[in-house]
Nanobody
Framework: QVQLVESGGGLVQPGGSLRLSCEAS????????MGWYRQAPGKQRELVAV???????NYADSVKGRFTISRDNAKNTVYLQMNSLKPEDTAVYYC??????????????WGQGTQVIVSS
C-alpha cells in the first residue's frame, strides 16, 4: 500500500503565495521522482514541476521563476512553493511519484488532488 497525501491548497489573491506538501507513505523502498501536475477545467493535465531522487528539477515554462519544488528524502515528502500566483494558476494540483515498493515493483502513484484558486 502506497499513499500520497497532499495539503496546502486553498484560496489566495493574485500575487499571493501558497505552499503545497505531499507525503508518501506505505510499503516504500525508494522514490525515483516526485512532482506536481495540475488540471484546470476543460484543459489537459500538465506537468508543473518534478524533482528526482538525485535532486535535479524541471519546471513548466509558465511557472519558472515563480514556483520552487523541493523534497525531503528522509520524510518522503515533496513541496511546491508557489509565489506571485496568477489567476491562470487556478487548478486542481495533483502530487505524483514514481516509487519502488518493498515488493520490487516500480509504479506511478497519484495523490487525491488539492484545489488552488487564485482570485480577487
Amino acid at each position: 500500500q502506497v499513499q500520497l497525501v497532499e495539503s496546502g491548497g486553498g484560496l489566495v489573491q493574485p500575487g499571493g503565495s501558497l505552499r503545497l506538501s505531499c507525503e508518501a507513505s506505505g510499503s516504500i523502498f525508494s522514490i525515483d521522482a516526485m512532482g506536481w501536475y495540475r488540471q484546470a477545467p476543460g484543459k489537459q493535465r500538465e506537468l508543473v514541476a518534478v524533482v528526482t531522487s538525485a535532486g535535479s528539477t524541471n519546471y513548466a515554462d509558465s511557472v519558472k521563476g515563480r514556483f520552487t519544488i523541493s523534497r525531503d528524502n528522509a520524510k518522503n515528502t515533496v513541496y511546491l512553493q508557489m509565489n506571485s500566483l496568477k489567476p491562470e494558476d487556478t487548478a486542481v494540483y495533483y502530487c505524483y511519484a514514481v516509487i519502488w515498493t518493498m515488493y520490487n515493483r516500480r509504479d506511478n502513484y497519484w495523490g487525491q488532488g488539492t484545489q488552488v484558486i487564485v482570485s480577487s
